[in-house]
Each structure stands twice: as C-alpha cells, then as structure tokens.
C-alpha cells in the first residue's frame, strides 16, 4: 500500500477554513480542477466532473464536523489505483491565533505503476489542491 500526504498552513481560523472546504459537496468552491460535483445517496456519494470531463465518483466513509475532517473512498477514477481512501483534515496551529493547517492525505495500491509513481500522482493532485485553496482564501 502506497501513501501520501500534503499541508498547508492558512492565515484563517481553523472554523473558517471548514466552513468553505468541510461540506463533501465543496470542491467547486475551491478546486478550480473540479468544476463539477453532485451529490447522491443521500449526500454519501459524489460525482466529480474535472476539467477534462473525466468523471469521478467518491462515497464518503466518516465526517466529523467537530474535529472538521472527512475521510472518502473512490469507486470510479481514471487513476491507476485500487483500495484509495483519502483524508481531509483542519487543524488550529496551536501558539499561532488565527492560523489553520489543512490536511490532505491518501493511502491507495498502485495498478500498473509503481507505489512511488502513484504517489507523486497524489501528492502533486494534493499539493495543487492546497495551492488552489490559498488563491481562493486571498480573494
């Protein structure tokens, strides 16, 4: 099993951070690579369009509101892994008032690639992600 993860640490509250990016359907609102996301299943599933029209269909498999994370699972992708579930966490930076570190991360196998291959897939999805979010906060 392959694994990754990227942070960043934002000039807001964590409880800001999370009102933007904690809702599973939130994407759109601060990933400019998926345009797209409906929900289904009661808010359990997500259908991701990205901006190459690829579809992207994750369930959510645990939310905290409280301690502001969600983990989620992909069941389609045109990724080259299996068994992928990822985590999205907001954390206050403790002694930094007003300062939040977020969280991305995944395990997954890798199918047809290798582990580090398929981690520098993630990673770079994940720090990119990270980056689009610190442009949306500035605006």
């Known amino acids: 099993m392959a694994t990754t993860t990227a942070s960043v640490d934002v000039p807001r509250s964590a409880d800001d951070v999370w009102q933007l990016i904690g809702g599973f359907d939130a994407l759109p609102d601060w990933l400019p ?12 599933v997500r259908r991701l369009t990205n901006g190459d029209g690829d579809v992207i269909v994750e369930r959510l498999k645990a939310f905290d509101d409280e301690k502001r994370t969600y983990s989620y699972a992909i069941e389609q992708a045109p990724f080259p892994v299996t068994d992928y579930l990822s985590t999205l ?4 930076v403790e002694g930094t008032p007003g300062t939040a570190r977020v969280e991305w991360s995944g395990t997954f196998t890798p199918v047809g690639v290798s582990d580090s291959e398929a981690e520098a897939l993630f990673h770079g999805i994940y720090t990119d ?7 949306t906060l500035k605006v």
């Open 33 to 44: 690579y998926i345009p797209k996301s409906e929900l289904g299943e009661g808010g359990r």
């Open 129 to 135: 992600g990270l980056a689009a979010l610190v442009q």
């Open 89 to 92: 966490t907001v954390h206050a």
